[in-house]
């Protein structure tokens, strides 16, 4: 009978020594779990290298009472209130309790400041792990209350001996340019790997279509197009159409990183533009159109100013 499990889920590290690098993280981390105790953390990073992974590890290893939540679903004030510190306030036959708050970042300031309330107030029996992609989101009072951890990917020739690996355990047939591909294409998130791997095998053979080939280097085509003096939207708009991709996270961080390259000068405006983006892209069913909108703006800063 087929097996019909993600390969995402199939392969989560269950323990420490599975996940793949951090190593002084995790030795920090071990000395905590070795006292049946751990510090409130903050674990930032890009998608998919792990945070939440790491915070399963660590509530399936202590012996504790744990409320899981993901703020991009739930980040009001109530839920704050009534879910957090609600579970925090109610009395345990376990020696600790955790939160563990997904996607942290996603918080509203007002729900950030009655989370530090909260931590604050259920310090001697609560422990609260937040993850995030944009630790910069987070404010600082509620920095203060944590220890800050960035999780740094594998390197991308550890990430393909990763999947080289997977590939053999599941039998499927595949050949070293595809996963050069798939690496680049999604590096650092391992998960989006895993499910382009999944996506792209029949009948144990991993056969990369034209669409995920051209995708893989769009985000180039992009910046190639924006260097120009004169950037063409009609241009960027068919890279965007021609790529098929949906979620455009990757390349938000690298207009963001790259901002000097296209855009000498005006990275703060750049900056601006991007961050109003990417807030509005949790709300938007089309992500295509917030990215397209996002780029003209670009554009628009580009063109010479009058006076």
């Known amino acids: 009978m087929k097996d019909h499990t993600l ?34 953390f903050i674990f930032y990073s890009n998608s998919g290298t792990g945070k939440t992974t790491l915070a399963k590890i660590i509530i399936n290893e202590l012996d504790c009472d744990y409320l899981f939540l993901n703020a991009s679903d739930e980040r009001g004030i109530e839920t704050i209130r009534e ?20 996607e942290a970042d996603f918080l509203p300031l007002a729900s950030q400041g009655l989370l530090r309330n909260v931590i604050e107030t259920f310090s001697r029996s609560t422990r609260f792990i937040l993850t995030c992609n944009f630790i910069e989101r987070i404010m600082d009072p509620l920095q203060s209350r944590c220890q800050v951890l960035k999780i740094t990917p594998p390197s991308k020739s550890e990430v393909a001996k990763h999947l080289s690996n997977i590939l053999d355990s599941e039998n499927i047939k595949s050949e070293i340019k595809d996963i050069a591909t798939i690496t680049n294409q999604h590096y650092p998130d391992i998960r989006k790997m895993l499910n382009t791997i999944q996506l792209s095998t029949n009948d144990n053979i991993l056969t990369l279509d034209k669409t995920v080939l051209i995708s893989s280097n769009y985000i180039n085509e992009i910046l190639k197009e924006l260097s120009k003096k004169t950037p063409n939207y009609r241009n960027l708009r068919q890279i965007l159409i021609d790529s098929g991709v949906k979620d455009f996270e990757e390349l938000y961080r690298t207009l963001f990183d790259k901002a000097s390259t296209y855009a000498s000068g005006r990275e703060g405006s750049v900056a601006i533009i991007l961050n109003e983006h990417l807030y509005q892209s949790n709300f938007r069913i089309d992500k295509e159109i917030n990215i397209s909108s996002c780029l003209y703006k670009i554009i628009d800063i580009k063109k010479p100013q009058v006076i």
């Open 7 to 40: 390969l995402n889920e199939k392969y989560r590290p269950k323990t420490l020594n599975e996940f793949v690098g951090n190593e002084a993280i995790k030795t920090k981390i071990q000395k905590y779990l070795d006292q049946d105790d751990i510090q409130n």
């Open 83 to 102: 879910k957090v510190a609600g579970f925090a306030s109610t009395a345990s036959f376990k020696s600790l309790k955790v939160v563990v708050l997904d």
